[in-house]
């Protein structure tokens, strides 16, 4: 096949050629990222199928953040090797590979590579798409163009527990996995026909030892807080695994300073403008991941929600974006960028406060509304986020850029997401202990509901020597219960506290602008 650039397709399709492509690139995106957040509503269920813990559970989520986000930096490089085209397709492939791994997989193990092969696929599609989506609009609608991109991102961050509530309720868990296969079908074929051909311009080999030094240090520092709670933050594993993530970290940042082609172009960080913006994009990134991910698991582990009735408190939300982002995006056009980032992040901070109170007593239709609240923050943030970013490089550096932003944004949000996890558990280990500790025999209110329970035993027929254990199990779970509640409420309050830290270099981009 002949190699085709955008002119030749606008050439051959005409105006209607920006629409197909989208839709093209919007349709492998989507439901890419859909397949990232669709397991949320699912560890409930995966933890008693394979018998692991929340902290392991949660290596679903952190598995394909990990590979997404190593792999936001091989777009640029992949793009010049194949073309947009072919790599669109070469990562088609592999998500799909990816998917049937873990739909097929009968120890959890398998389950944890089939992410990491659709996280792969996700992080180099995402990039790959900004930049198309960015290349095919004029420039005064640039700013546009980011928000029907991050349209069809954050709709689909909403969407996945919804797709994942219902086939979990109707079907199985595992359909998860099976779900996004016919739209990654369509969106390949579409791809192999609307898809640009031509290669970037040769930038020499990819760095592999980067991008190894990279793998190391992303997988040491979110292993480490994944296992920190039960292996102990101070254990020789732990430690190990910290020391050996940074001390990677700092050699990869030394090994970009060469003067070769390098991983990372250190050069885009020059434009301050963009350098401030990824340092938001990083810290807002922290924040948005555990918003998402926290609000449907507290939902099903505190209030005992089905998987569905989690996944639909997040669907208006869905609908605010889908609404929203094309005027937020127009408005990235026209306004400073630091103006609109500020906004959405208090917005994000407002709609998540009151998540720090939620307890198993707190209506269904109030924390959709909190929800609501906070994705209406997201539709202001992002636009402004990539446009800016976007604007202050140069032509030959937007492909690398874009993969460098959403890497920023991909890495705060998997390392916060991870961090903020262990958070919970051990504040749900704190508040468990501090809560065993005031049930003495002197706790007059706790000597009550034993009794209580215990009348109810002696009511329901159970023998009179099992009544004071069963009245004390049941007296554990309460305990479980309320600390679990306690955990997650000081989770939604450390969230707050990085959405009103990324407030701070917001506000600098504003005087950088002056």
Known sequence: ?????????????????????????????????????????????????????????????????????????????????????????????????????AALGQDFNFIVVGRVLQGVAAGVIQPLVMVVAFQVFPTERRGYAMAIYSMGVFMAVAVGPIIGGVAIDLFHWRYIFWAP??????????????????????SGPFDWPGYLLLLVTVYCLITGLTEGNREGWTSTYILGLFTLGIGSGIVLILSQLQDRPTLIDLSLFQHKQFAMTALIAFVFGVG???????????????????????????????????????????LADKIPPHIGIMIGLMLFAVGTAPMSGADVNTPFVLIMTYFVISRLGMSFTNPFIMNTALRALPQDKISAGGGTINFCRQFGGSLGLTAWVAFVQNRTQFHSEALTATQSSANATTQEMLRGIERIYSEAGLPEDSRASGALHYLGEVIQAQASTHGFQDGFLLLVFFFLCAMIPAFLLGRLKK
């Open 1 to 101: 096949m002949k190699t085709e650039s955008i002119d030749d397709l606008f050439g051959r399709y005409g105006e209607s050629y920006r629409i197909l492509v989208m839709v093209t690139g919007m349709a492998a995106s989507f439901t890419m990222v859909v397949s990232g957040t669709i397991v949320n509503v699912a560890v409930p269920d995966v933890m008693g199928a394979f018998g692991v813990g929340l902290d392991q559970a949660q290596l679903m989520t952190s598995a394909f953040n990990i590979a997404m986000v190593t792999s936001q930096l091989l777009s640029a490089w992949l793009v010049s090797a194949f073309g947009q085209r072919g790599g669109f397709l070469l990562m088609s492939l592999v998500f799909v590979i990816g998917s049937l791994i």
């Open 181 to 202: 296969l016919p739209v990654i079908g369509v969106a390949a074929l579409m791809g192999w026909i609307f898809m640009p051909s031509v290669r970037n311009k040769d």
């Open 288 to 330: 948005n991941f555990g918003s998402g991910y926290g609000v449907p698991v507290f939902g099903q582990l505190v209030q005992g929600m089905t998987a569905l009735d989690a996944a639909l408190v997040m669907f208006p939300s869905a609908i605010l974006v889908v609404i929203t982002l094309p005027l937020t995006g127009r």
